[in-house]
């Protein structure tokens, strides 16, 4: 039972992290655009979008592999059982 609660948290940190990335990625380019005074989609082109969706996911991966690890892992269901524990 444990194990499946800690296999969810872990997919859903997973997801949330892709997004956050996606979301700081769009706001970057939104800035930039304003800046330059342009429309926001003006010269941005499907490789860039392309690109920075590979390295929002490439960054999730490298993250959830941090998180699956064994001490990251231990530590974060210790921390789940102790707010669980609180309330």
Known sequence: MAR???RRCQ???WFALCVAQVWV????HLIRCRLRRRAPDAGMTTAEYAVGTVAACGFAALLYKIVTSGAVSSALQGL???A???V
């Open 4 to 6: 499946l609660f800690a």
């Open 84 to 86: 669980l524990g609180a």
């Open 25 to 28: 990625l769009h706001t970057l």
């Open 80 to 82: 789940i059982r102790r």
């Open 11 to 13: 997919a859903v940190l």
